[in-house]
């Protein structure tokens, strides 16, 4: 394979730059965004070019705007590839409840837990919460037909058991923006209730939720042993939306035992 930096070279040389005109421009655009670190010296790239040295990440953005790159793929010609931040994301499991604060692009997949859909009509999904579907293993570009621009994904601490058993820790869950308003009836049982992610100052949560007054009260599942938590709304808490779709864990047995 052609290393990354004889890459680089061959890209300045299809332009006809020469060094000298490298670092000129690269001093433009340090210019404007005010720090040196942008800078392309000439012993910097012909290190970059012939020794393998890996550039910094604003050194190889001045590259990328030089020689009219794009700024991922030339990532990958170092190893990185943005493809796999969600699925990284994933295995770096968290304790507490957050939202993805990245898209993930059409190439990209993420490994999720499977789950029996016996007794489960998967056709309601998209509309009824706490309704899992069996996803494993999927391009994300399938779920790009959910609307990435209208949903959210956020992921349950994974000693987040609050919701347990209906949504337990570790699960992957789907946010609806457009739904912010709290349902106080019209759901059959637990399982069609409505379930909000919220977000607090100091941390998210993902609760069933209820008001009374200026007041939105946290309700967790009974069965999770969780303390109900009070806050002023909307003052303290941001409904960020309802939860829509959910990925969860079916092996939480001997954790919960041990949890309790």
């Not at 990958?76 to 493809?83: I, P």
């Amino acid at each position: 394979m052609i290393e990354p930096g004889q890459m680089l070279k061959r890209a300045r040389e299809r332009l006809n730059l020469r060094y000298r005109d490298v670092e000129e421009a690269s001093r433009g655009i340090a210019s404007r965004h005010g720090s040196e670190e942008y800078t392309v010296g000439l012993s910097r790239l012909a290190d970059i070019e012939n020794k393998g040295t890996t550039p910094s990440l604003y050194r190889l953005y001045s590259l990328c705007a030089i020689y009219r790159l794009d700024f991922t793929d030339v990532l990958s010609w170092y190893g990185v590839t943005l493809d796999g931040l969600l699925r990284d994301s994933s295995e770096a499991q968290l304790n507490q409840t957050h939202l993805v604060g990245f898209e993930p692009s059409a190439e990209a997949s993420i490994p999720l837990p499977s789950l029996s859909l016996e007794n489960i009509d998967i056709h309601k999904n998209t509309f009824l919460s706490h309704v899992a579907q069996q996803w494993g293993e999927i391009p994300l570009a399938s779920i790009r037909q959910l609307d990435l621009k209208r949903y959210r994904y956020g992921f349950v601490g994974t000693e987040d058991w609050a919701m347990y058993p209906i949504i337990p820790p570790g699960a992957f869950v789907q946010i609806d923006e457009s739904k912010k308003n709290i349902i106080h009836e019209g759901w059959g049982n637990e399982f069609e209730r409505p379930v909000y992610f919220l977000e607090h100052r100091s941390r998210y949560y993902c609760r069933w939720c209820s008001e009374n007054g200026e007041e939105i009260i946290l309700e967790p599942h009974p069965s999770s042993h969780v303390i109900p938590e009070i806050f002023r709304y909307p003052s303290e808490v941001d409904i960020i939306g309802q939860v829509v779709g959910v990925a969860k864990r079916m092996d939480l047995g001997k954790r919960r035992h041990t949890h309790s």
